[in-house]
């Protein structure tokens, strides 16, 4: 069964710093990847998503994160924070063996001034 | 957005009582999960949709049943409420392709006293 981890449940970066989101996969078949946002009293919003093709892959907002096989990650980064990036950041793994999307634990992002 | 609606938005029942809720959906996609968030939990999937009448459990389906008669609907239903029951429930939507996201709706809180 495929699981999702994401390390830290809380990441604070000042504000015009890297942010770096840790994900680790596990999925016995080739995943599908996907990071997600998620703001105060809101529901999720898709951030960008790895299926096949380029490991790099960008998303909304000046977001990317990078597929290593090797290293069963997906970890999302922002070359600078800003403070509307404050919010709760969820890693998804999805297979073609059940079509079931699981989520990570989630890392809520402070963003300091 | 996709549209995606949930009712109720809040819900406040009794430990013991039986409660539905409704995720409505005018996409036509055949996948639709429900989830529900915990804080320290992420988003847990209850349970999910792949077609009409064709259900399955996901990782925390205890104590939940659910139901699609027809596309458009998927409901939950806690057969008898508990206080370990409450939450924020989120139902999600995909396309029949693996390789596409979760559409969420805007999230249930359901409060047992």
């Known amino acids: 069964a495929q699981s999702v981890t994401q390390l830290g449940s809380h990441v604070s970066v000042s504000e015009g710093a890297l942010v770096l989101l840790r994900c680790n996969y596990s999925s016995s078949v080739p995943p599908y990847l996907f990071w997600y946002v998620q703001y105060p009293n809101q529901g999720l919003q898709l951030l960008l998503k790895?299926?096949?093709?380029?490991?790099l892959v960008k998303g909304i907002n000046g977001f990317e994160a990078e597929f290593k096989k090797s290293e069963t990650s997906f970890h999302l980064t922002k070359p600078s924070a800003h403070m509307s990036d404050a919010a709760e950041y969820f890693c998804a793994v999805r297979s073609n063996r059940d079509d079931k999307i699981i989520f990570g634990k989630g890392t809520r992002l402070h963003i300091l001034p | 957005d996709a549209g995606i609606t949930q009712s109720p938005r809040h819900k406040v029942t009794e430990t013991g009582t039986p409660v539905t809720l409704r995720c409505h959906q005018t996409e036509n996609h055949r996948y639709m999960y429900w989830y529900r968030q915990d804080p320290g939990h992420g988003l847990r999937l209850i349970h999910y949709s792949y077609g009409v009448k064709d259900t399955d459990k996901g990782e925390v389906s205890d104590g939940y049943s659910v139901s699609r008669s027809k596309t458009e609907d998927f409901l939950l239903t806690l057969e008898s409420a508990t206080s370990s029951q409450t939450s924020v429930y989120f139902c999600?939507?995909?396309?029949?392709?693996?390789?596409?996201?979760?559409?969420f709706g805007q999230g249930t809180r359901l409060t047992v006293v």
């Open positions: 790895y299926t096949t093709g380029a490991t």
């Open positions: 999600a939507i995909s396309e029949e392709t693996v390789n596409t996201e979760a559409f």
